[in-house]
Each structure stands twice: as C-alpha cells, then as structure tokens.
C-alpha cells in the first residue's frame, strides 16, 4: 500500500519567513495530494490540494508543488503568521476502479511561528 | 466549519463497552470516511461508505463496524473496547467519488477514552 513520509516533524519560524513542509510518498498510482491544518482540539481542515496533472498550485500565501519524477510535494507558506501555528499534515491518495478513495497521510509537521 | 458534524465530542468508557458514534455529512455529500487518530499510529483510514455502500476499508479492527443510512449519516460502532481503542475518531466527507468532486472535509471528531 502506499506510505508517506513528511519532513519535518517540527518547524519554527520567525513571523514574516517562509516555511516549508515536504512529503514523499511511494505509491506510483497516487494523484491526488491534499494539504490539512490542524489546530489543537479541531479537525483537520483542508488549506489546498493538488492532482497530478498538475505542478504547482497557487492560493495566496499557501503554495504546493509536485514532482511525480521524484515522487515528492512540499507545501510552502510564505509571510508566515502566529495564526499559521498548527500541525500539518500532507496525504497522497489513488482511485482503485471501484472509484473508492482513502487518503494515506504523513506523520505530521508542528509549525511554530514566533512573533 | 467544515459542515460535517459529529457526536458526541467526548465519550469515556470503560474496557469491554461497545459504543456507537454518529456523522452527518455536508449536506448533499454522498461519500463518508472514517478515520483514527492516535498519538502513536497517526490519522488512519478505517472505512469509506458511498451512498448506503461499503467501498473501501482500511485498517478497520474486526471489533469495529460501521454502516451508512437512507439520509446518508454514518455510525462507527466499536465493541470490545481495549485501552488502546482509546483515541480521536474523524469523520470525512465528499460530494461524489470521482473527478474533482472528490476532496474530503473532516468534522471535528470524537474524543473517546477507555478507562
């Protein structure tokens, strides 16, 4: 089955930098890789997610890239804030024939950004 | 909010206990997931359901079920309950399984601990 692996497991930033979170994964058939926030006592929340037809996705300060070649994606949030503070958690996810869906995530990434 | 709701937020149980756990969708989502988080295993697939249908399981124990209704809200029922079931239990959903319609929004979970 498919295995993702996420780097790294704890991030501290100044408040304005960049921060960047990457993801490999193993699976071939995977073409879909969403990106979730999550806060303490909340559920994951979805921030952006990108298909394989595609390299780069764009949405605001939130960007995510994908290399199928190496078969990794890395999330990058620029202009950090204190609000970005949360864990992050890449996923990578194939559609077997029966249009069935599961998501395999990452381990997850404590981001910290300092005032 | 995501529009997919969960309940209870809390449940604490003692070894042996089975309890159930309900989900209801966003409105007019078809596809529900399940997932478990735990501190040492991570978010986990257990089970998907579309439209009444069990379409894909993960790594669902024997002990747990779950079944999906007419008006499309799911329940996870865990039985036998050990220390270890001890966790938070996510519940995702999306519109339809295929093309671009298929991004999965998290509620916000249920706490269960087994005393």
């Known amino acids: 089955g498919e295995n993702v692996e996420q780097h790294p497991s704890t991030l501290s930033v100044q408040e304005g930098d960049s921060a960047v979170i990457k993801c490999t994964y193993s699976d071939s058939a995977s073409n879909y890789f969403p990106w979730y926030k999550q806060e303490l006592g909340k559920g994951p929340q979805l921030i952006i997610d990108?298909?394989?037809?595609?390299g780069e996705k764009k949405d605001q300060r939130i960007a995510v890239t994908l290399n199928k070649t190496a078969k990794h994606f890395s999330l990058h949030i620029t202009e950090t804030q204190p609000e970005d503070s949360a864990v992050y958690f890449c996923a990578a996810s194939s559609r077997d024939a029966g249009s069935a869906r599961q998501l395999t995530f990452g381990s997850g990434t404590q981001l910290t950004v300092l005032p | 909010d995501s529009g997919v709701t969960q309940t209870p937020k809390h449940l604490i149980t003692a070894t042996g206990q089975r309890v159930t756990l309900r989900c209801s969708p966003r409105s007019g989502d078809l596809s529900v997931y399940w997932y478990q988080q735990s501190l040492d295993q991570g978010l986990q697939f257990l089970i998907q359901?579309?439209?009444?249908?069990?379409?894909a399981k993960g790594n669902i124990l024997e002990r747990f079920s779950a079944q999906q209704f007419p008006d499309l809200h799911s329940e996870l029922n865990l039985s036998s309950l050990e220390l270890g079931d001890s966790a938070l239990y996510f519940c995702a959903s999306s519109p339809l399984v295929g093309g671009g319609t298929d991004t999965q929004y998290f509620g916000p979970g249920t706490r269960l601990t087994v005393l």
């Open positions: 990108i298909r394989s037809n595609v």
């Open positions: 359901y579309y439209n009444g249908e069990e379409r």
